[in-house]
C-alpha cells in the first residue's frame, strides 16, 4: 500500500529535505518520493516533525525472567510510543541472553513496528569468569557483547573479548564502574550523599575503569563501547583516545543529562539510578560531550521496576527508571542547551555508527524508518497514557511537553492523529 505523509517538516541533516516541509511518498516500504502527489493512503501532518526512525542501544525489557515489570509486549509497546523503531536490549534477563537459543527468542519477538537487536552476554551468567561463545552468538544475530550493568571486572576476559571480535567488528560494551569502590553504594559521592547520610560512589570508580580498559584496547585491538558515562573526567578521557585513532566509543543515559545529585534531596526513589546522577559540573561535561560529537550516542536507560522494588527505603530501592515514553520531552528540555539536530543525530546515526552500521536518511530509494513527531503537543504519564508494566519514572503524573506522534518502519505505521 501506497502512503503519503503530506507537509512534514524534515528534520535530517543527510536529507535534501532538511529543515524543509515535504510530501513523503512510501511505497512497499521505501521513500519514492519527497513531493508526493497521491497514494491510497494520505496523512496532513502539517506543523508535525520527522526525523530517521530512532534508535535505543541500552534498554531491559525484563524479558526472560521478570515479565511482571515489564515483557517484550509491553516495553515494545513503550519504545514505540517514544519515537523508536530500534532497541537493542541488555542481557541481563533471567536467564542472561547467552545462547544462540536466547538471541533467536528475542529476534523473533520483533514486532512490525520495532527492530528487536539483542546484546549478548560476554561472560558465562554474567559472572566475569568464563568467555560466552561469542562467534556463536553473532552468527545468531547478537550486534554487540556486554554483561549489561555489571561491569567487566576481569581485565583478562576482557582482553580475550576483545581480541575474539575484532575480525567480526562489533563492539564489547562496558559499563564503566569499579565493582569494589561502587560496592553498595546508592547515590554519587559529595556534598550531597553526606548531607542525606547516603553512602556514595566517586567518580573515581568510572575513571579508573575507563584508564584501564583504554590501555587494555590499546593492547587488544578491538572495538570498545563505554555505555551510561556520567563524569567530566570520563569523557575527557574517551576524548583524548579518539583523538589518539583508537576504536573507542560512548553514550550517555538521557536522564543524566538532565538530574543531578541535588535532584535527589527528596529521596525520590525513582530518581535512584545505575550509574548514579553526578554534579552539576559533570552535566555540562556530558551536555559538551554530546555537542561536541565525543559522546556518540544518547540511550534510554530504560530500566522498569515493580512497586515493590521501588516504595522502599532510598537505600533499600533498586535503582532505575523506566525512560522510552517520556523520551522526547526530555529531549525538548535538552534543546535548551543542545541543538535539537544535534540530538536527534545522537538518537539516529550515532547508534548506528557505534554498531557500526551505514547511515540513514530521509531521501528518495531509502528504506522507511521514520518518527513523527509534534512540539506542541502536552500530555500527562499516568496510569492511562503508560505502556510500561511499570511505573517507576520520575515524570509520573507530571504535565508534559512534547509528544511522538507515532512511527514507520518500511511497510508498517501506526500514528496517532486526532
Not at 552476554?121 to 560466552?132: F, K, M, Q, T, V
Not at 567480526?168 to 564503566?176: D, E, H, L, R, T
Not at 555505555?227 to 589518539?244: H, N
Request: aromatic share 6%.
Amino acid at each position: 500500500m501506497s502512503l503519503l505523509l503530506k507537509n512534514v517538516h524534515v528534520l535530517d541533516p543527510n536529507s535534501p529535505a532538511h529543515t524543509k516541509q515535504a510530501d513523503i511518498l512510501i511505497e512497499s516500504g521505501k521513500i519514492t518520493s519527497l513531493k508526493g502527489k497521491s497514494a491510497k493512503k494520505v496523512i496532513d501532518l502539517k506543523g508535525k516533525m520527522v526525523s530517521c526512525g530512532w534508535m535505543d542501544l541500552n534498554a531491559q525489557f525484563s524479558d526472560p525472567g521478570n515479565e511482571h515489570r515489564e515483557d517484550i509486549s509491553s516495553g515494545s509497546d513503550s519504545a514505540q510510543a517514544g519515537g523508536f523503531t530500534d532497541v537493542c536490549l541488555t542481557p541481563d534477563t533471567n536467564p542472561p541472553i547467552q545462547t544462540k537459543s536466547d538471541v533467536n527468542y528475542l529476534i523473533k519477538k520483533s514486532s512490525d513496528f520495532l527492530d528487536i537487536h539483542p546484546v549478548a552476554a560476554i561472560s558465562e551468567s554474567l559472572r566475569g569468569e568464563n568467555l560466552s561463545e561469542m562467534l556463536d552468538l553473532h552468527d545468531a544475530g547478537a550486534v554487540g557483547f556486554s554483561d549489561g550493568d555489571n561491569p567487566v571486572w576481569n581485565t583478562e576476559l576482557l582482553l580475550k573479548a576483545l581480541q575474539y571480535t575484532n575480525d567480526i567488528g562489533v563492539p564489547i560494551i562496558q559499563n564503566a564502574r569499579d565493582i569494589n569502590i561502587s560496592s553498595k553504594t546508592h547515590m554519587h559521592e559529595g556534598r550531597v550523599s553526606t548531607h542525606l547520610g547516603l553512602r556514595g560512589e566517586p567518580t573515581l570508580s568510572e575513571e579508573l575503569t575507563i584508564q584501564r580498559d583504554i590501555e587494555i584496547l590499546k593492547y587488544s585491538g578491538g572495538r570498545l563501547h563505554f555505555t551510561k558515562v556520567t563524569s567530566a573526567k570520563g569523557v575527557d578521557l574517551i576524548k583524548k583516545a579518539k583523538k589518539a585513532g583508537l576504536a573507542i566509543t560512548c553514550d550517555v543515559g538521557i536522564h543524566h543529562l538532565i538530574f543531578t545529585e541535588d535532584s535527589l534531596v527528596d529521596f525520590d526513589t525513582n530518581l535512584k539510578s545505575l550509574p548514579p546522577f553526578r554534579t552539576e559540573a559533570d552535566r555540562k561535561a556530558l551536555i559538551k560531550g554530546v555537542k561536541e560529537g565525543t559522546i556518540d550516542a544518547i540511550c534510554s536507560n530504560h530500566r522498569p521496576y515493580d512497586q515493590e522494588c521501588k516504595q522502599l527505603e532510598f537505600d533499600l530501592a533498586d535503582p532505575g527508571s523506566i525512560s522510552l515514553q517520556t523520551f522526547y520531552p526530555v529531549l525538548l528540555k535538552l534543546s535548551k542547551e543542545i541543538p535539537m539536530e544535534t540530538l536527534i543525530e545522537r538518537i539516529v546515526n550515532g547508534p548506528r555508527k557505534v554498531l557500526g552500521w551505514t547511515e540513514v536518511k530521509i531521501d528518495e530509494g531509502e528504506e522507511a524508518k521514520l518518527t513523527i513527531f509534534d512540539p506542541n503537543t502536552s500530555w500527562i504519564l499516568n496510569d492511562q497514557s503508560n505502556m510500561s508494566k511499570s511505573r517507576n519514572s520520575p515524570f509520573w503524573n507530571q504535565e508534559l511537553t512534547g509528544k511522538v506522534i507515532g512511527t514507520i518502519n518500511r511497510k508498517s505505521y501506526n500514528l496517532r492523529i486526532k
